[in-house]
Structures are given as C-alpha cells and as structure tokens.
C-alpha cells in the first residue's frame, strides 16, 4: 500500500532534519558567541525562510539592506519542498530562529504552540511602528488566534491557480488552449501520445505532478469540478470536501490520467523540484499550480530549448461553470520566537526591521533590486526587460518571501512594464478574483481540527493517493472516511456547527441591538 511507502520515507526524512536541524542549532550559538567577542553591536536577527528559486539571493542585495536597515541578518534559507519538516523540526526541538515563517496551510500546526505560549503576541505592539500600524485589519483578523495577532503576514492574490501549457506543442499538433476539463484531458492526451516534440518518439507526458493533494495539480482540478474549498456548509451542517461527489469526480479524473499513462506514474512520490525539472526539459507539456512561475519556468526551459514556448489559461469551464480554490489574502506569517527573542526591548528591534522592510528605499531593493542592475525607471515607474529577468530569478526573486504586506503597500514602485508572461499571469490572477471558491470555516473555531488536522489529513491523503493508485475502490474510500471519523473528523465537524451556530447568533443580536 502506498501509506507504507510514506511511512519509511517520513521516518528517514524527520530522521535526517534532526541531525540537520541539531548542526544548525550549534551553528547558531556558535554566531552568537562570536558576534559577542567581537563587539558586535548590530541587532542581530535569525530568520527561517522558504527558498521557491534555484538559489538563495545576491549577497550583495543583502548586504545593502542589512546597511540600509542597521541589523545583520542571518537568512536561513530552506527549500521550499522540505520547508515544512524543517520548520515543525526547529518547533519540536525548540531551536527556532528568532523569527519563522509558518506557510498558510501549516497555520493549524502550530496553534497549539501559539497558545502554549511558545510565540509572542505582536497585536499590542503594532501601533508603535509607521508601517506595521497601518496593517490591513481585516487579514490580520484572518491571522487571529482566539482574538490575538501573532503574526506578520506575506499578502497575496485570493488565487494564482491555473494552466500552463507548452504553446509550441499545441501549435505543432494544431490544438487550441483548452477551454473545459474535457479539453484540457485531450490536451493531455494529445500531449502523450501523438509526439508534441516532433523527435518521432514517444517520449513526452500530458502532465507532470508531485506529491503534494493542496499545491500539485489535485486540488485545481477539484476546483474546476466544483469540490468545496475543504469545507461545505449547507443547511447549517458542515461538509468536508471529501465526502463530496466533485471529490470523487476528481480522483476518477486522475485515476483515469494515472490509468492511461498520461501522468507521471511516480507523482505520489515526486518533488517539487524534480516536477518542475521534467516540465522545463520538456518531458511534460502541462503544468497546473501558479500562473506566476511562468517567466522562472520559461527561462530555465529556453535555456535548454530556445524554441520553447509556454501560454497561460485560468478559466477551465467544469459542470458548475468556472471555479478556482483560494486562500485568504495571506499565504503565510512570520512568528516571533519567545525563546529565541526573550525580552520586548529585543522584540521591538525585530519588528522595527520588519517596519523599516516597507518603507520606500528598503522594500523596492527588496522587490526589484537594484536599479540600472536589475532595472530600470521610466517616468518614475519600474520597467522590468527581458534581459535581465534571469538575473532577478538569481539575485532578487527569493527575497520576495521576505516581504511583508507588499500587494498593498504604497511604498513599493509601480511597474510600467513587465516581461510579458509575467504581466499576462498577473492578469488572469486578477481575473480569477471574479469565480473564488472560499473556504466557509476561515473564521470558525475547532480545537480539536487545530489538534489533530494534521493526522487526520494524512488518512485522507493516503486513502486519496492508493484510490488514484487503484489500490482501494470506492467501498475503500468509504471505510477512510469513517475511519478520519472515528479518529476526531466528527468531533471537528461537530465543533466547526457550533461555532457556526454562535457566529450567527451574534449576528442576529447585532442585528437586534442595532
């Protein structure tokens, strides 16, 4: 079964992370003892950061913002594929950085550390700084804890969900961008079996996948069939996703991919990296995930195939007209260890260099690097060439997950031109804001769904992964079900109905009062 397969690869990877995260524990001590003999008199900050590009950032860029900043940092970079096993290490070790980013859909992880006092408090603080005062109220809400804020969050679109295809292979087979879910199968199909690439070979697939059901292509798909963003709320009951037929219409969709050989056999078991490499040497012609990845994937494709071509789809019609799943205007927060960070003098430094990140000098070196490097001005606005796009996916791109609040900070530079992917995926992100799936249980509370989640999700992923996989049929599927039942799944539902009742209970005596 596929669970087993999981099982030993988890346990050799938590194995490893222990000893990596043991290495960069004394590592760390070993900087802080020797910034106190020198004198060092900067203030020092230590970050746990996800690295989406191929390297860590110029050190020259960092370098000028450490000097425009007056701290020194130290940027602990982490693949983003491993990113999650590495953070929840340093929590259950408590070897921390002094600040952490938490992905969104880690969040319910580390709520129990949050209300063990494992983190600070940053809500009460906020108003002493320019920058981070002016916060957006409302995705702070979204970040709360029992009423508390924690955070700072990484602002995002609603959704950058969509399709991107090998335009040189639709062109070659005389095929249009796919419009319906039953276009983009023949797409994928066409993709596999009538040599795209023009070697003569069958060699190439319809689509490529990872193992990942939220962030491959899984969950796209399920939004195009119309699944629930993980939650359903109907006549006042609660519905997971799962126990929905669009569920199960998407899994027949997959398996039927998985059946006929049009996906990568291997994507239970496939990194993100080794996903992304079969799209760029053209081995696959369909990548479903961000629109925005489109120009890094372009240019690392191009290297290696200067006839490469990619184009770029979001509305993909399914039965219930289009839909795409999204997330709340954040995808992840920066949390400040109480260990790491002991007193509030200390803290308020830390937060100072969040601050000082988004005024105009810091955040546009941040955003775009450095001007006659990286780009250029035109009539005081940012214009982003070609030429130097390769350069930025090198240099400046990785820093962007250190940004906080950009979308709607007014300091960062308008942009006059971008290069051309780039600005057709920022469109069609924006398009997508017109068909969000939403998840309904952002604001509900369940203890026991911040407790067990996690477990319980794995039975789900599991018993997902082996029905694709034809290990277990729908009666199999079932019996998971009850099973994520048995374990805690009811006791969440039950607790997400409660919330649910109390939440439109103080709307009705709002309502009253008023």
């Known amino acids: ?253 997959m398996k039927k991919l998985y059946d006929e050989k049009l996906i990568n056999q291997d994507f239970p078991l496939t990194s993100k990296e080794i996903q992304r490499d079969k799209f760029i040497r053209g081995e696959a012609g369909v990548f479903i995930g961000s629109m925005t990845d489109v120009q890094r994937l372009s240019i690392e494709a191009r290297a290696i195939n200067p006839d490469a071509e990619f184009t770029l789809v979001n509305r993909i019609k399914g039965p219930y007209g289009y839909k795409v799943w999204s997330i709340p205007n954040y995808n992840g927060l920066y949390l400040f260890s109480k260990k790491a960070i002991p007193t509030e003098e200390e803290l308020r430094e830390v937060l100072g260099f969040f601050d000082r990140t988004m005024d105009k000098d810091v955040a546009n070196i941040m955003m775009y690097g450095f001007e006659g490097r990286h780009y250029y001005t035109e009539n005081g606005k940012v214009v982003l060439p070609e030429e130097t796009s390769q350069l930025r996916v090198y240099e400046v791109n990785p820093l962007y997950s250190l940004l906080i609040a950009d979308i709607s900070n007014k300091n960062i530079m308008e942009v006059a031109k971008k290069e051309q992917l780039t600005y057709i995926a920022d469109q069609l992100s924006k398009d997508n804001e017109s068909f969000l799936a939403l998840d309904p249980t952002v604001q509900l509370n369940s203890p026991t769904f911040d407790e067990k989640n996690a477990e319980l999700s794995a039975i789900i992923a599991d018993a997902t992964y082996n029905y694709i996989l034809g290990h277990i049929d729908a009666e199999g599927f079932k019996q998971e079900i009850e099973r994520w039942q048995l374990s805690g799944g009811e006791t969440i539902i039950r607790e997400f109905e409660a919330s649910l009742a109390e939440q439109k209970s103080d709307i009705r005596l709002f309502k009253t009062r008023l």
């Open 1 to 253: 079964m596929f669970r087993k397969k999981r099982g030993l690869k988890s346990m050799f990877c938590a194995f490893a992370i222990c000893l990596i995260a043991v290495s960069l524990l004394g590592g760390c001590m070993n900087r802080d003892a020797k910034r106190a003999a020198a004198g060092e008199d900067r203030t020092f900050i230590s970050i746990l950061v996800p690295l989406h590009f191929p390297q860590p950032p110029s050190k020259d860029v960092v370098a000028e913002i450490e000097r425009l900043t007056g701290v020194h940092l130290d940027l602990r970079w982490v693949p983003e594929g491993v990113y999650t096993d590495k953070m929840m290490t340093g929590l259950t070790t408590n070897s921390l950085a002094k600040v952490s980013f938490v992905k969104f859909s880690d969040y319910n992880l580390v709520k129990n550390a949050i209300r063990s006092d494992v983190f600070w408090e940053i809500g009460p603080f906020l108003k002493e700084f320019p920058n981070l005062g002016k916060l957006d109220r409302k995705i702070l809400d979204q970040t709360a804890v029992d009423g508390k804020i924690y955070g700072l969050y990484t602002e995002r679109p609603s959704s950058r969900q969509g399709v991107i295809l090998r335009k040189d292979w639709l062109d070659h087979l005389g095929l249009k961008a796919p419009q319906t879910l039953e276009d983009l199968y023949e797409v994928m199909k066409q993709f596999t079996y009538n040599d795209p690439d023009g070697n003569g070979k069958q060699d190439t697939l319809g689509v490529v996948d990872r193992n990942d059901l939220v962030y491959g292509i899984f969950k796209t798909l399920s939004s195009y069939f119309g699944t629930p963003n993980n939650w359903k709320i109907e006549d006042g009951h609660v519905i997971p996703e799962f126990m929905t037929d669009e569920y199960m219409d998407t899994m027949n969709f």
